[in-house]
C-alpha cells in the first residue's frame, strides 16, 4: 500500500534543508510513497497548510539556502493562538489523520526534537532530522547546517584580520551558537583568532586582556576576539547560576512574576555582554576595540558541498527508515554512515564542547587565550 508521508522544518533556518527536503522527498517517491510539506514548522501542521511536494517543487532547491516550506519557532504545546497560548497537540493530530500520514518527518534542532518528541506521545508516527547551525544536537556526530556557518564565520574573521591590523585594534567578533561554542571555536581555530571565549569556559576578563597585552609587547598591535553568544564571564556565570536557582525556587513557588523577573535578568545579561567585554578590554588594554556581531549572515545563503553531502545522506536513510517501519527516531550522522537514535533518548539534552576537545587542545597548543 502506498505510504503517506508529511514533511515540516522547525526552528532556525539552516543552509542545507532544501537539500534535506530534497532528499527525503525523491527517495520517497522513488519507493511509491506520496509525501506533503507543511508550511511554517508546527504553526503549519496545525492549520493545516501544505502543498503537494511533487517533482516540481523537488527540482532546483538543492543549492538553494533557507527552506522552501518555510519554518517558525511555535511549539505544539504553546502555541500563540489570538492573545491566548495554547496546547494545540491534538488539533496536529486530527491534520495528521485528516491526510492518512504513514509518518511525519520533522527537520529541527533540539527544540524540534523535543517538539517532534511530544507528537509521538500523541501516537503520531515521527522521523527527525538534526540540522542546526549550533551543532549543539546531542547523539548526533553533527547536524547539517553547521559546516556552511562554519565556512562563513570563518571568512568572516579572515576579513577582520586585515582591518584590526591596519588600524592597530581590538575587534570583538560575536559569533551564533546559542548556548555551545562548536560555532566560535571552529571558526576561531580556523580564522586564527587569538582570543576565542565559549559557553563551555567562562572567561575572566583580565586574562584576556592580559593576553593581548602580551601580543602588544610581542610587537602585535592588533587581536581579534571571537566571542560566542553565549559566553559569559566568571562573574556573570556566578550570578547566572544564582538566578537560575532562583528562577527554580520561584517556580517550585508557582510565583510566575518572580521568575519572569529572573528571565528578564537572564536575557539583558546575555543581550549586552560582547558591548561590554569589547568597552573592559579598551579601558584594560589602552587599545581600541570594536565589536562586529556576524548574526544571520551565518544561518543564510548557499548550504556547503559538507552540508548538502549530510543533508543527502540523511534524507536518503530517513526514507529508507520510512520504509522499513522505523519510527520514533531521530537520523543521526555516526561516522561516514548513519543510525537511529530513539527520540526519548535524545530529548532534552544538548552536545556541549568538551573540555579535553581536540579543537580546544589545539586552539591552546598554538597560544589562543580560552580565556581561563
Ligand atoms: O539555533 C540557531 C540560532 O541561529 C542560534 O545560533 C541563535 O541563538 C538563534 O538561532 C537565533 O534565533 P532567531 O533567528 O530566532 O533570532
Redesign the pocket.
Known amino acids: 500500500m502506498t505510504k503517506h508521508v508529511g514533511i515540516l522544518t522547525a526552528?532556525?533556518d539552516t543552509p542545507g534543508l532544501n537539500a534535506a527536503i530534497r532528499a527525503v522527498g525523491k527517495a520517497c517517491r522513488g519507493k511509491d510513497m506520496q509525501i506533503i510539506g507543511f508550511l511554517d514548522g508546527f504553526r503549519g501542521l496545525m492549520q493545516n497548510r501544505m502543498i503537494r511536494m511533487d517533482d516540481k517543487a523537488l527540482s532546483g532547491i538543492l543549492t538553494v539556502g533557507g527552506t522552501i516550506l518555510g519554518t517558525s519557532?511555535d511549539k505544539p504545546h504553546k502555541m500563540p493562538v489570538g492573545d491566548k497560548t495554547l496546547d494545540m497537540t491534538g488539533v496536529m493530530l486530527e491534520t495528521y489523520k485528516k491526510h492518512h500520514l504513514d509518518v511525519l518527518v520533522c527537520l529541527g534542532?533540539g527544540g524540534t526534537q523535543k517538539n517532534a518528541y511530544r507528537l509521538v506521545q500523541t501516537g503520531m508516527n515521527i522521523i527527525t532530522l538534526p540540522k542546526?547551525?549550533?551543532n549543539d544536537v546531542s547523539m548526533t556526530d553533527v547536524t547539517f547546517g553547521f559546516d556552511t556557518a562554519l565556512g562563513i564565520a570563518t571568512e568572516a574573521i579572515d576579513r577582520l584580520h586585515s582591518t584590526a591590523h591596519s588600524h592597530h585594534r581590538i575587534i570583538v567578533v560575536e559569533l551564533?551558537?546559542?548556548n555551545t561554542g562548536w560555532l566560535a571555536l571552529g571558526a576561531g581555530v580556523a580564522g586564527g583568532a587569538d582570543v576565542i571565549l565559549i559557553p563551555e569556559i567562562p572567561y575572566d576578563t583580565e586574562i584576556v586582556a592580559e593576553a593581548i597585552r602580551q601580543r602588544s609587547r610581542a610587537g602585535k598591535r592588533f587581536s581579534i576576539v571571537a566571542v560566542s553568544?553565549g559566553a559569559m564571564s566568571r562573574e556573570t556565570a556566578v550570578a547566572m547560576q544564582e538566578a537560575i536557582d532562583a528562577k527554580d525556587s520561584a517556580e517550585r513557588k508557582d510565583d510566575k512574576n518572580a521568575a519572569k523577573e529572573v528571565i528578564d535578568y537572564l536575557e539583558k545579561q546575555r543581550a549586552n555582554s560582547t558591548e561590554e567585554l569589547a568597552r573592559k578590554l579598551e579601558q584594560l588594554t589602552g587599545l581600541e576595540s570594536r565589536i562586529t556581531i556576524l548574526g544571520?549572515v551565518?544561518?543564510g545563503g548557499t548550504p556547503s558541498a559538507v552540508d548538502r553531502l549530510l543533508a543527502t545522506k540523511l534524507g536518503t536513510a530517513c526514507a529508507q527508515y520510512i520504509e522499513a517501519g522505523v519510527f520514533g527516531v531521530m537520523v543521526a550522522a555516526k561516522g561516514e554512515s548513519y543510525t537511529a537514535v530513539p527520540l526519548e533518548d535524545l530529548v532534552g539534552k544538548r552536545k556541549v564542547v568538551p573540555l579535553d576537545h581536540p579543537w580546544i587542545q589545539s586552539a591552546r597548543l598554538v597560544d589562543t587565550c580560552m580565556g581561563d
Open positions: 526552528g532556525g519557532r534542532g542546526t547551525i549550533d551564533m551558537g546559542h553568544e544571520h551565518q544561518r
